[in-house]
């Protein structure tokens, strides 16, 4: 027999399906990351396990279950404890102090300071200092204690928090491809996460800048270096992101704790000189505020909104401690540090108007001035390094849930599976960094791009909660709607006074969100796109069963591992491998890597194979969105199972595919314009590769090339 004959017919006929592009091809949904690969399964095997592989029937399925097949979880350690308590509950309290609040915990280094600063004309007198720290008060109390705090931490996802687990929450099974089935939630839930991205930018500039104009005071002849020394202390910072944040990490809570101390310390030390401050917690002095200054006190708002600054971190940073320590921190520690502060500058300025030019290090006695410096720096710091590494985490649910290119995603901590490092979003954090410190000089220029990121993000937070109210806490739709009104009134007012600001700087993040969302949704849509068309040309798994048993193709010793995002079919590479090598190998793989809506997969059920016959299986990995897939350690609960995958005997077949842009086709249930097609295939030349994203052995993969038009 002929090496053509022994080609099954089958496989002549479908010629004309394409190789799969690189993301439809390892998965549906990609993976969470590339990383550290799982730990190998510990313990005992059972014997049970080998002889059911092996004489499996077509369409048996095997499982990996918990004491036969133990898989050890390797994702599960950034998370949250369900109900710390004592010791670990005051660990977890201390840890979060750095990590969620190390934003909003910097707010007191600018805020009075732009509200009264020359951009208003407001003049520090008493009825507009007792109005502003009114306002101020209210601002924290109805938008972190009440609507994060009481509220939106209840919207978790298995204990995650964030927009794209709120996405996951909402949408569990996919995300709807019209606006008419809930898009328009989706759009708002990805413009929020590019918001947040804007964040990760402005505040590292914002922080450090507002601790080193601190040098006009300690260090007078320094003023002129203040721009200069920023740019090398954010140059630092990033530059050191590639070696983990681990013993950084662990210094992020002792840090803010000597903060909040000491912030709370010198606004008491002013409150005692001018206890009548205390009265501004009347909301009627907020009321008679606005009531004097009409307009004027409308545009006020958006330098209020500076106070609240860093409050999405209470819930995009939930995954990571849990409910109970973000509330006591805010509660014991926070909330009441920052009010004092308030206050304490509050009464300086009753005292001394003059201190309006910068309020919080005229707070602090001549002989502290540069030990605050210090301590300001360091928190500035961590302020900067949360919202980076919540970036880095952002990014890595993008990615899991189909709106982010593959990246590489290097894992910096041995213990902390959390504590994870993006070359690509850090280098372009720290480049739109240092552009914006050169480019805005300063903090009060710097505040109302600052405004916009922070209120359109806690805008799209509060309308995405009421879907979560009434589809997943099932309330009554008038229960909703009250409560998240007014959640959306107060983000309303803010979002708006931020907005008349768009020509002096606003236009950053918004510039910024509008691009990275037309990324991420053309990204989403053109894999689907793609998807739809090599699924139109699949080929029927039996049908190519059949052809192969009765073409009787030679079979060579080993296993082939043809990865795939579909559970149904034939791959089209190994249609491929098998046109031009005309050979299969007497164990043949269709693995597939699932992402599921939720943060984590039990691991004993996470891989489960499928006997299809004639030597061929089909695996299917489930994991979770804050998870990490690692293919050869997938392979090595499929050989406990007894099917043979010794790494060594074991090759892996993929495709390199070059992606042509064409018109739309008939029939086609998604149309993308050419040029975003066009943006699509560089995004998808540019995507880490499927070996290094799956972690396969460079050494162990045959890569098939071909083109293909979409």
């Given at each position: 027999?002929?090496?053509?004959?022994?080609?099954?017919?089958?496989?002549?006929?479908?010629?004309?399906?394409?190789?799969?592009?690189?993301?439809?091809?390892?998965?549906?949904?990609?993976?969470?990351?590339?990383?550290?690969?799982?730990?190998?399964?510990?313990?005992?095997?059972?014997?049970?396990?080998?002889?059911?592989?092996?004489?499996?029937?077509?369409?048996?399925?095997?499982?990996?279950?918990?004491?036969?097949?133990?898989?050890?979880?390797?994702?599960?350690?950034?998370?949250?404890?369900?109900?710390?308590?004592?010791?670990?509950?005051?660990?977890?309290?201390?840890?979060?102090?750095?990590?969620?609040?190390?934003?909003?915990?910097?707010?007191?280094?600018?805020?009075?300071?732009?509200?009264?600063?020359?951009?208003?004309?407001?003049?520090?007198?008493?009825?507009?200092?007792?109005?502003?720290?009114?306002?101020?008060?209210?601002?924290?109390?109805?938008?972190?204690?009440?609507?994060?705090?009481?509220?939106?931490?209840?919207?978790?996802?298995?204990?995650?928090?964030?927009?794209?687990?709120?996405?996951?929450?909402?949408?569990?099974?996919?995300?709807?491809?019209?606006?008419?089935?809930?898009?328009?939630?989706?759009?708002?839930?990805?413009?929020?996460?590019?918001?947040?991205?804007?964040?990760?930018?402005?505040?590292?500039?914002?922080?450090?800048?507002?601790?080193?104009?601190?040098?006009?005071?300690?260090?007078?002849?320094?003023?002129?270096?203040?721009?200069?020394?920023?740019?090398?202390?954010?140059?630092?910072?990033?530059?050191?992101?590639?070696?983990?944040?681990?013993?950084?990490?662990?210094?992020?809570?002792?840090?803010?704790?000597?903060?909040?101390?000491?912030?709370?310390?010198?606004?008491?030390?002013?409150?005692?000189?001018?206890?009548?401050?205390?009265?501004?917690?009347?909301?009627?002095?907020?009321?008679?505020?606005?009531?004097?200054?009409?307009?004027?006190?409308?545009?006020?708002?958006?330098?209020?909104?500076?106070?609240?600054?860093?409050?999405?971190?209470?819930?995009?940073?939930?995954?990571?401690?849990?409910?109970?320590?973000?509330?006591?921190?805010?509660?014991?520690?926070?909330?009441?540090?920052?009010l004092l502060n308030y206050f304490g500058q509050g009464a300086l300025l009753l005292e001394n108007p003059s201190a309006s030019e910068n309020p919080f290090f005229l707070l602090a006695p001549d002989w502290f001035l540069i030990p605050l410096l210090i301590i300001a720096t360091l928190a500035a710091i961590v302020a900067s390094q949360a919202m980076i590494s919540g970036a880095f985490s952002t990014t890595r649910q993008g990615i899991a849930l189909g709106f982010i290119p593959r990246m590489e995603i290097r894992h910096t901590s041995v213990e902390e599976e959390g504590q994870i490092y993006i070359p690509e979003v850090n280098w372009f954090i720290a480049i739109?960094?240092?552009?914006?410190?050169?480019?805005?000089?300063?903090?009060?220029?710097?505040?109302?791009?600052?405004?916009?990121?922070?209120?359109?993000?806690?805008?799209?937070?509060?309308?995405?909660?009421?879907?979560?109210?009434?589809?997943?806490?099932?309330?009554?739709?008038?229960?909703?709607?009250?409560?998240?009104?007014?959640?959306?009134?107060?983000?309303?007012?803010?979002?708006?006074?931020n907005i008349v600001k768009l020509l002096n700087g606003g236009w950053v993040p918004m510039a910024l969100g509008v691009v990275l969302f037309m990324l991420m949704l053309t990204w989403k849509r053109g894999r689907r796109l793609l998807s739809d068309r090599l699924t139109d040309g699949t080929m029927p798994i039996g049908l190519f069963l059949d052809g192969v048993e009765k073409s009787k193709v030679h079979r060579v010793a080993g296993t082939a591992v043809f990865m795939t995002g579909s559970d149904d079919g034939v791959p089209p590479v190994l249609l491929h491998h098998l046109k031009h090598n005309k050979v299969l190998h007497e164990r043949v793989l269709l693995?597939?890597?699932?992402?599921?809506?939720?943060?984590?997969?039990?691991?004993?059920?996470?891989?489960?194979?499928?006997?299809?016959?004639?030597?061929?299986?089909?695996?299917?990995?489930?994991?979770?969105?804050?998870?990490?897939?690692?293919?050869?350690?997938?392979?090595?609960?499929?050989?406990?199972?007894?099917?043979?995958?010794?790494?060594?005997?074991?090759?892996?077949?993929?495709?390199?595919?070059?992606?042509?842009?064409?018109?739309?086709?008939?029939?086609?249930?998604?149309?993308?314009?050419?040029?975003?097609?066009?943006?699509?295939?560089?995004?998808?030349?540019?995507?880490?590769?499927?070996?290094?994203?799956?972690?396969?052995?460079?050494?162990?993969?045959?890569?098939?090339?071909?083109?293909?038009?979409?």
């Amino acid at each position: 027999m002929s090496d053509d004959q022994k080609i099954p017919a089958s496989v002549e006929k479908s010629e004309a399906v394409s190789e799969s592009a690189k993301d439809v091809q390892a998965t549906e949904e990609p993976p969470s990351t590339n990383g550290e690969p799982l730990r190998h399964p510990t313990g005992p095997i059972a014997e049970p396990g080998k002889v059911d592989a092996l004489s499996a029937q077509p369409g048996d399925e095997l499982h990996a279950h918990t004491g036969m097949f133990p898989v050890q979880s390797h994702a599960g350690g950034h998370h949250k404890e369900q109900n710390p308590t004592g010791k670990r509950l005051a660990i977890l309290t201390l840890t979060a102090l750095g990590v969620v609040y190390g934003d909003i915990g910097t707010s007191p280094l600018y805020s009075v300071k732009e509200i009264f600063g020359h951009a208003y004309g407001l003049t520090p007198t008493r009825e507009n200092v007792f109005g502003i720290l009114s306002l101020i008060v209210w601002a924290l109390t109805l938008v972190i204690s009440v609507k994060y705090i009481s509220f939106v931490l209840r919207a978790d996802n298995r204990g995650e928090g964030g927009q794209f687990a709120l996405l996951a929450l909402i949408f569990p099974r996919g995300t709807p491809q019209s606006f008419t089935k809930g898009g328009i939630f989706v759009a708002l839930a990805l413009f929020g996460t590019a918001l947040l991205y804007g964040d990760g930018i402005i505040t590292p500039a914002m922080s450090v800048l507002g601790a080193m104009e601190g040098l006009e005071y300690a260090v007078p002849s320094l003023k002129a270096y203040i721009v200069p020394i920023t740019v090398v202390i954010l140059s630092t910072l990033f530059a050191v992101q590639r070696f983990g944040t681990d013993l950084v990490g662990k210094a992020f809570g002792p840090i803010t704790l000597v903060w909040f101390i000491t912030i709370a310390v010198l606004g008491l030390h002013e409150i005692l000189q001018q206890p009548s401050i205390l009265a501004a917690v009347n909301p009627m002095y907020a009321v008679a505020f606005v009531r004097a200054h009409g307009t004027m006190a409308f545009f006020v708002l958006g330098s209020v909104v500076l106070v609240i600054t860093g409050g999405e971190a209470l819930y995009a940073d939930m995954g990571h401690f849990g409910r109970k320590p973000i509330r006591y921190a805010w509660v014991l520690l926070v909330f009441p540090s920052l009010l004092l502060n308030y206050f304490g500058q509050g009464a300086l300025l009753l005292e001394n108007p003059s201190a309006s030019e910068n309020p919080f290090f005229l707070l602090a006695p001549d002989w502290f001035l540069i030990p605050l410096l210090i301590i300001a720096t360091l928190a500035a710091i961590v302020a900067s390094q949360a919202m980076i590494s919540g970036a880095f985490s952002t990014t890595r649910q993008g990615i899991a849930l189909g709106f982010i290119p593959r990246m590489e995603i290097r894992h910096t901590s041995v213990e902390e599976e959390g504590q994870i490092y993006i070359p690509e979003v850090n280098w372009f954090i720290a480049i739109g960094c240092l552009i914006i410190v050169v480019s805005f000089q300063n903090t009060s220029a710097l505040g109302a791009a600052y405004g916009i990121a922070v209120t359109g993000t806690m805008l799209i937070t509060s309308v995405l909660f009421y879907m979560v109210a009434r589809l997943r806490f099932r309330w009554e739709p008038w229960k909703a709607m009250l409560l998240v009104s007014v959640f959306v009134t107060v983000d309303l007012f803010f979002f708006s006074a931020n907005i008349v600001k768009l020509l002096n700087g606003g236009w950053v993040p918004m510039a910024l969100g509008v691009v990275l969302f037309m990324l991420m949704l053309t990204w989403k849509r053109g894999r689907r796109l793609l998807s739809d068309r090599l699924t139109d040309g699949t080929m029927p798994i039996g049908l190519f069963l059949d052809g192969v048993e009765k073409s009787k193709v030679h079979r060579v010793a080993g296993t082939a591992v043809f990865m795939t995002g579909s559970d149904d079919g034939v791959p089209p590479v190994l249609l491929h491998h098998l046109k031009h090598n005309k050979v299969l190998h007497e164990r043949v793989l269709l693995v597939s890597v699932k992402t599921a809506d939720v943060p984590e997969t039990n691991a004993s059920e996470r891989v489960r194979v499928t006997s299809l016959g004639h030597g061929f299986w089909r695996v299917v990995a489930s994991y979770g969105f804050m998870q990490t897939p690692n293919v050869p350690n997938v392979l090595e609960v499929v050989d406990q199972m007894g099917i043979r995958c010794k790494p060594m005997e074991t090759s892996y077949f993929l495709g390199r595919e070059r992606l042509i842009p064409v018109g739309a086709k008939p029939g086609d249930r998604i149309v993308l314009s050419r040029w975003r097609k066009i943006i699509f295939a560089i995004m998808s030349r540019n995507a880490r590769s499927a070996t290094e994203f799956f972690c396969i052995p460079p050494n162990r993969v045959v890569e098939l090339g071909t083109q293909i038009e979409f």
